[in-house]
């Protein structure tokens, strides 16, 4: 060590302090089969990973790609610790995705290793895929911990753009410790929390937010194969589990509410509620609230990470309804239209710069060159700033729409309805939805008097997630578009406002 740095120190392993220092406290419980691991146990096991995924990519880990598509669980927690710990690039795989769209993003990465879990094996196609390997891992010996650059690509982290095209997120070892302390700090995450996330560790929430924030400072990481609000009421409820940090977004929370046997008072005994990734209604806020529970507002990104956190403080989340918060610790924000930062109460582009902030997209020299403003990571999220320093988002510049959760990129739907027969054009607006905060509603050009919505939806489940595929569709007989050709989405949400289309 040249110079003096210890490669597998608190900052670029977030499970190797802990386990020195608490060997013996349980690091992880799986809710989905009852197991408990210790973190001495865990640090073992991710020390087995990483020696088994060293030796499937012939002894030389250090840049390739791992892939994993599957659920949460102690498999995926430890291939994803074992690459980071050898030197590889971890990936994980949305598995709600389709395969086209699968494939989409390994032939981007190009991973050289491949896991997956037996219920996703066909979703990959023509590539050796390694299935259910957390028993091969227990049986391969330990290997020491390497040592690496804390500035070396660790994860990627897929998002896709206005294009629709997906776009992997470089997240470095020093990216994933930054983000995760400021969670730490914004969440209040200490050795004495119970974390449990039903969000899939394929994005930053599930995987840095949660799981390594809580294995940085030796909390215990409750994990589920996926949400099942029985089970997620059951659990929040359960004293002995002792869960004091919940993580979720709105769909997921009115679900919980709505359970036959979730009642405010099961919940009281949390810290907090943390809520993202879709608009946060002031009734829902306020509905916890006067159950004596904190539903804690926030703002990030896969490029980030936490950015913007309400703080855990009632009368602050109630004076504040809907804002996202203070900037995290280790972040600087910025609102800024035509290149000038403008005054509180106006509206900007948030502008972010930090530890935790991407270098930028794998192979995509281009995107990382309009994303970045003079070393500041431009959002293209809209937001203005109270007199209180709470920032309050108004909108996106770009034109994706959340729903349940999920980012859905109108380009990436509209080029599947073109692909339709007789679909000679097409848009997507994201509209207000009860349940899943925005869904889509997509015009289409027919050479057909009578649409076939339901053969429409089919193509577009055949080819997309469900979450992208549209709520409603409409018939109409142009798409309006710019002189150079840009759908003016304006003019179509005007039209539907209008109740034209009713």
Known sequence: ME????????????????????????????????????????DE???????????QLRGTPEGERVAYVGRNGLELLVVALGAERCGAIFVPINWRLTAPEIETLLADCSPQLVVAQDEFRGLIGGRTVHANVLAEITACPPAPPREHSPHRAAILLYTSGTTGVPKGA??????????????VAVGEVGPDSVTL???????????????????????????TDRFVPAR?????????????????????AEALERDPNFSMQSVSHLHAIFLGGAPLSPELIGRFLEGGVALVNGYGMSEVGTAIHMPIDRDAIRASMGAVGLPAPHIAVR??????????????????????????????????EAAFSDGWYRSGDLARLDAAGFY????????????????????????????????????????????????????????????????????????????????????????????????????LRARLNSGEFS
């Open 392 to 491: 309050h988002l108004v909108d996106r510049l770009k034109d994706m729409y959340v729903s349940g959760g999920e980012n859905v990129f109108p380009a990436e739907v509209e080029a599947v309805l073109a692909s339709y027969p007789g679909i000679s054009d097409a848009a997507v607006l994201g509209v207000p939805d009860v349940r899943w905060g925005e869904s889509g509603v997509a015009f289409v050009v027919s050479a057909t008097p009578e649409l076939d919505s339901a053969g429409i939806l089919a193509h577009c489940a055949s080819r997309l997630a469900k979450y992208k595929c549209p709520a409603r569709i409409i018939r109409v007989d142009t798409i309006p578009r710019s002189a150079a050709g840009k759908i003016l989405k304006p003019v």
């Open 170 to 183: 470089i997240i470095t070892a020093h990216n994933a410790f930054a983000a995760a302390s400021n969670f």
């Open 3 to 42: 110079d003096g740095l210890d490669r597998s120190s608190f900052a670029t392993d977030p499970l190797a302090f802990s386990a020195k220092v608490r060997p013996r406290k349980i690091a992880v419980i799986d809710l989905s089969n009852g197991g408990r691991v210790s973190y001495a146990a865990l």
């Open 335 to 368: 609102l800024v239209r035509d290149g000038v930062d403008v005054p509180e109460g106006e509206v900007g582009e948030v502008w972010l710069k930090g530890p935790s902030v991407t270098p930028g997209y794998w192979n995509r020299p281009t995107e990382t």
């Open 45 to 55: 096991l991710v020390n087995r990973a990483a020696n088994w995924i060293s030796i």
């Open 197 to 223: 996330s039903d969000l899939p560790m394929f994005h930053t929430i599930g995987l840095i937010a949660v799981a390594r924030s809580t294995l940085m400072v030796g909390g215990t990481l409750v994990l």
């Open 232 to 252: 997620t009421v059951h659990a929040l409820a359960d004293r002995a589990l002792g869960v004091t940090h919940y993580f979720a977004v709105p769909v997921m």
